[in-house]
């Protein structure tokens, strides 16, 4: 039986007296999609660098392919592709002297022309790292961490900062690779990426994780299929909105009651009335299918924003 793609046990990672990682644990299994959803500070990018080598641990353990970073670092090196949060290349190579040099670093490394083609760069070939746009670059970044082959991609948030179609693009050239029965890798903080990419999903909060599944299964620890935002002058307790029939859970937002319900067809008169007769009027009203923001609501207790925000400066990410 092979082993997993990744495994972590009771990893911890210590800056001072900052906890960026605190006891994670992963199980990674080959030929998936696995992103570690979180905001900001969450330690998403201080887990991946220790899964890749590029930090040490305080304490904990880390396997990669069944191998560790202490014994096998070498042959780990040659078996794993790595796109940083930050790539920075020579502005004055081309796209194809830039892939053929990081080939070169590769007792074995696939045909250049082939990388430029897998990440749709073939009309930049001979363009300097300069010339290319954001996403471009972020593209040839990716190529440079498929040039040797690897069986796992990481990807360190790849889209930030990308417009829609450079973000299609890229997740298309991921899918491609994926489809090879090769293992991915990526940390995120965006819902969208990771509904749209990710077989499995760790939501990852202050260090740890904090749910692990499928999309769907995150999703389902919401406890309903559909989300009512509501807002109201003047404002209605908690407690008000639990006693609508319909009504799963409510959580409160600032001025924003969170109501989950099972169908906003069925709830939402229901609550509407409830606000008349207490004497409210809504001011804001707003409904949605149930999604990986709402299930992070879920599991942290607080809003992604919220997470974001609490983040302290300084604080691995």
């Known amino acids: 039986m092979s082993p997993p793609a990744v495994l ?22 080959a030929g998936v999609c696995f992103g570690i959803l979180g905001p900001n500070g969450a330690g998403k990018t201080t887990t991946m660098e220790i899964v890749e ?6 304490g ?35 796209v194809r002297e830039t892939l053929t040099l ?14 430029i083609a897998d990440v749709g760069l073939e009309a930049k070939a001979t363009a300097r790292v300069k010339a290319l746009s954001g996403g471009q670059r972020q593209r040839l970044a990716v190529g440079c961490a498929l040039v040797a082959d690897p069986e796992i991609l990481f990807l ?23 489809a090879r029965g090769r293992t ?53 307790d908690v407690a008000t909105w639990r006693a609508v029939p319909g009504v799963r859970e ?17 709830a939402l008169p229901a609550v509407l009335s409830r606000a008349a007769s207490s004497g409210a009027r809504p001011v804001r009203l707003a409904t949605h299918r149930a999604t990986l923001e709402d299930a992070f609501l879920a599991v942290a207790g607080r809003s992604f924003a919220d997470a974001e925000a609490a983040a302290r400066p300084g604080e691995a990410s």
């Open 53 to 58: 080598g590029l930090l040490a641990p305080t």
């Open 8 to 29: 972590v046990r009771g990893l911890v990672k210590r800056y001072g007296d900052v906890v960026a990682v605190d006891g994670l644990d992963l199980e990674i299994p």
């Open 184 to 236: 991915v890798v990526l940390t995120t903080h965006s819902m969208e990426e990771a509904e749209r990419l990710c077989d499995r999903i760790a939501i990852v909060d202050r260090g740890r994780v904090a749910a692990l599944g499928t999309p769907d299964e995150l999703v389902a620890r919401v406890g309903g299929e559909e989300v009512v935002e509501l807002s109201t002058d003047p404002p209605l």
């Open 250 to 266: 409510a959580t409160v937002e600032g001025p924003v009651h969170r109501l989950v319900v099972d169908r906003v067809a069925d």
């Open 102 to 115: 990081f080939g070169s670093f590769y007792r074995r490394c696939r045909r250049v022309e082939d990388v």
């Open 60 to 94: 904990g353990e880390v396997a990669v392919l069944g191998r560790t970073w202490a014994r096998d670092a070498g042959e780990l090196r040659e078996r794993i592709g790595v796109q940083l949060q930050e790539t920075v290349l020579d502005p004055l190579q081309t």
């Open 156 to 178: 360190d948030e790849p889209t930030t900062g990308l417009d829609p179609a450079a973000r299609r693009g890229l997740w298309d050239v991921i899918g491609r690779f994926q």
